[in-house]
């Protein structure tokens, strides 16, 4: 059975968001991301064939190394999707900031 695996629920887990970061700035192989972390090697496998299904990494075979990188497509995606959701914040807490100035200056 092959199953979709959704972007969202793959960065809900703080391990899998910890290894975004960590090759975020350079390609590693599944070893060498690892051994950043305190659970099985088994474990964090899972975590990359995650990561690697919902294209948020991708893999490229150097010799007999998989190297595993960001794919800045998919987090652009992303981001995107996020974008609007923090532009409204943004607006909210602006309006917020602004009343509460009203409200010190009167006092």
């Known amino acids: ?16 968001r910890a290894i975004l970061v960590l090759v975020a700035s350079q390609s590693m192989t599944a070893g060498a991301i690892a051994s950043n972390f305190d659970t099985a090697r088994p474990t964090v496998s899972k975590h990359l064939q995650i990561l690697t299904e919902c294209e948020l990494l991708k893999q490229e075979q150097n010799g007999r ?3 595993y990188h960001l794919n800045p497509k998919k987090m652009k995606e992303i981001a995107d999707f996020i974008e609007p959701f923090r532009k409204m914040w943004d607006d909210r807490f602006n309006k917020l900031e ?9 006092k």
């Open 65 to 67: 190394e998989i190297y």
């Open 98 to 106: 602004a009343i509460m100035k009203k409200y010190k200056s009167k």
């Open 1 to 16: 059975m092959n199953l979709r695996r959704d972007v969202f629920q793959a960065i809900a887990d703080p391990t899998r």
